[in-house]
């Protein structure tokens, strides 16, 4: 091939997409699930402007590439700064600061990752840690009672699975929704009562004081 300008470019840009550094698993809302399923996840959760994100990033670039296709388990990124639709999913995760790292099982509570961020440490980490999830391709690790249930999800047909799948997601949205409105209602009857009471009692205070111990005495 003879190699013209154009044909040098076209080559570099080659390379240069190739680097180390350019993968990603890249987990937003609308794949997250489908990237999940079944699996445990470990994932950074970071701002593009953040300092400690930048240079972390190279450890955890190479991290994702070296278990791309670990059918165990995903670690991905979450880009909260890209849009407000992130910024929301991330607060919905509980992150506070950048970057978080979180691990587990993505159907349970997340736990924070603390340790340290170079790339032998988060590969000590993801072997000792990571563990294979209970589902239909993976039931050595089931528990007896896991494994009755996907035994019943075996009887139904796709089309049933697929409208238990979804009753059961409105179950939970619906349920969530209550424990918001019931803990803001909460939330509102606490802060009332402490006001009309410590109202109450800085005003019975300041009656026993001007009494200056001159007051009624008992009846
Ligand atoms: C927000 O950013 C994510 C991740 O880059 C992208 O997948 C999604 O389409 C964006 N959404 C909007 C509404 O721009
Ligand atoms: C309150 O008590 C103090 C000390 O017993 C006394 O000196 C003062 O005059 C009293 N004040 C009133 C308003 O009774």
């Not at 978080?100 to 099982?105: A, E, N, R, V």
């Not at 089309?159 to 803990?183: F, H, W």
């Not at 009857?189 to 009494?211: D, G």
């Amino acid at each position: 091939m003879r190699v013209t300008a154009f044909n040098f470019v076209l080559l570099l840009f080659g390379a240069l997409y190739r680097l180390p550094g350019v993968f990603a698993v890249n987990l937003t809302p609308d794949n997250w699930d489908e990237v999940t399923s079944g699996k445990s996840v470990f994932v950074k959760f970071f701002a593009s402007w953040c300092g400690h994100c930048k240079k972390m990033k190279p450890a955890w670039d190479e991290l994702m590439k070296a278990h791309e296709s670990n059918p165990y388990y995903v670690i991905g990124d979450v880009e909260c700064s890209a849009n407000d639709t992130m910024q929301a999913f991330c607060k919905k995760y509980g992150v506070k600061g950048y970057p978080t790292l979180f691990y587990g099982d993505p159907s349970g509570t997340l736990e924070k990752y603390a340790g340290k961020r170079d790339l032998d440490s988060l590969q000590l980490f993801v072997q000792t840690n990571l563990k294979p999830l209970c589902s239909a391709a993976n039931q050595d690790v089931c528990t007896t009672e896991q494994k009755e249930l996907l035994q019943a999800y075996k009887q139904m047909s796709d089309n049933e699975l697929e409208q238990k799948i979804k009753q059961v997601s409105e179950e939970l949205t619906a349920s969530e929704q209550d424990y918001t409105a019931t803990k803001k209602r909460m939330e509102e009857e606490y802060l009332a009562f402490q006001t009309e009471r410590t109202t109450s009692l800085s005003l019975m205070k300041s009656v026993l004081k001007a009494n200056n111990g001159s007051g009624k005495e008992e009846l």
